[in-house]
């Protein structure tokens, strides 16, 4: 990894990526490591400018691995590329292959480490700390009113909380929206509630993400629970019910109707 220093704006903290975890965590990585030095450097035989970088995905795959329960967790190459492919769109990045990995060039590198972007005027500063109380009231009470994902002091009142598609909890709700629909036509539900209730699941009820996981599709073929659970709610519910019967089922109670090595690749499942 490069050592050494580079400069980012506070503006980054305001900016749509900043509530990407994925999206931020590569392309920050990928901003960091760029060539710093105006000169460039040589790697591999090949030339880089400043604010380039050469990585493969299989290695950012590798540098981008987190942990969670004790245990590292990587992102997968899928989920890297399609990422990457947004950057892209945003024009915050370009890309090239070559033979020794992708080729990251960050655009408007010089722009971000340029003091100049950063510089206010003293009449700006001015400006900025004579607000009044009464304008810092009004962007106070706007900032309660549109956040989505903090609990309010005040009332108690838990707002809603908005899921990463890539989060595990996320992708148990669409694999459950799946098997639901299997059998049923229901209309388009709010995933990030159903996305939070099996995150309840986990962290307060102590379900473990691989168990839960194996619960909704094995829902999906029985021939009673496929009646019955048709929302993160109800499979809460009817949890240790439902453990129960699948660890001792009843030969008659087993359906056909899904097949999860067929209808589910679970290399793509979280758990």
Same mark, same amino acid.
């Given at each position: 990894?490069?050592?050494?220093?580079?400069?980012?704006?506070?503006?980054?903290?305001?900016?749509?990526?900043?509530?990407?975890?994925?999206?931020?965590?590569?392309?920050?990585?990928?901003?960091?490591?760029?060539?710093?030095?105006?000169?460039?450097?040589?790697?591999?035989?090949?030339?880089?400018?400043?604010?380039?970088?050469?990585?493969?995905?299989?290695?950012?795959?590798?540098?981008?691995?987190?942990?969670?329960?004790?245990?590292?967790?990587?992102?997968?190459?899928?989920?890297?590329?399609?990422?990457?492919?947004?950057?892209?769109?945003?024009?915050?990045?370009?890309?090239?292959?070559?033979?020794?990995?992708?080729?990251?060039?960050?655009?408007?590198?010089?722009?971000?480490?340029?003091?100049?972007?950063?510089?206010? &005027?003293? =009449? #700006? /500063? $001015? @400006? %900025?700390? +004579?607000? &009044?109380? =009464? #304008? /810092? $009231? @009004? %962007?106070? +009470?706007?900032?309660?009113?549109?956040?989505?994902?903090?609990?309010?002091?005040?009332?108690?009142?838990?707002?809603?909380?908005?899921?990463?598609?890539?989060?595990?909890?996320?992708?148990?709700?669409?694999?459950?929206?799946?098997?639901?629909?299997?059998?049923?036509?229901?209309?388009?539900?709010?995933?990030?509630?159903?996305?939070?209730?099996?995150?309840?699941?986990?962290?307060?009820?102590?379900?473990?993400?691989?168990?839960?996981?194996?619960?909704?599709?094995?829902?999906?073929?029985?021939?009673?629970?496929?009646?019955?659970?048709?929302?993160?709610?109800?499979?809460?519910?009817?949890?240790?019910?439902?453990?129960?019967?699948?660890?001792?089922?009843?030969?008659?109670?087993?359906?056909?109707?899904?097949?999860?090595?067929?209808?589910?690749?679970?290399?793509?499942?979280?758990?």
């Amino acid at each position: 990894m490069v050592k050494g220093a580079f400069q980012t704006s506070r503006e980054i903290f305001e900016n749509p990526i900043w509530t990407d975890v994925v999206k931020f965590r590569i392309f920050f990585y990928i901003y960091g490591n760029a060539v710093f030095a105006k000169e460039g450097t040589n790697i591999a035989g090949i030339h880089l400018n400043r604010g380039q970088y050469l990585r493969s995905y299989r290695n950012l795959q590798n540098d981008l691995a987190y942990m969670e329960k004790r245990a590292f967790k990587y992102y997968s190459l899928n989920t890297i590329k399609s990422k990457i492919e947004q950057l892209v769109k945003e024009n915050r990045i370009e890309i090239e292959t070559t033979d020794y990995g992708t080729l990251f060039t960050v655009l408007n590198y010089e722009e971000y480490q340029g003091f100049e972007r950063y510089t206010k &005027t003293i =009449s #700006e /500063q $001015q @400006q %900025n700390s +004579n607000r &009044t109380a =009464s #304008e /810092q $009231q @009004q %962007n106070n +009470n706007k900032n309660v009113n549109n956040d989505k994902n903090v609990k309010d002091s005040t009332s108690g009142k838990r707002q809603k909380r908005v899921y990463a598609d890539d989060d595990p909890c996320k992708i148990l709700s669409n694999t459950l929206l799946k098997v639901i629909r299997k059998n049923h036509e229901i209309k388009e539900p709010d995933l990030d509630k159903w996305a939070n209730t099996i995150r309840l699941m986990i962290e307060k009820d102590k379900r473990p993400g691989k168990d839960i996981q194996e619960l909704i599709v094995w829902s999906g073929e029985d021939d009673f629970w496929y009646k019955n659970i048709l929302s993160a709610d109800s499979l809460r519910k009817h949890y240790d019910k439902m453990m129960a019967q699948k660890k001792h089922p009843m030969k008659k109670n087993i359906g056909q109707r899904l097949k999860s090595e067929e209808d589910y690749d679970y290399n793509k499942l979280p758990f």
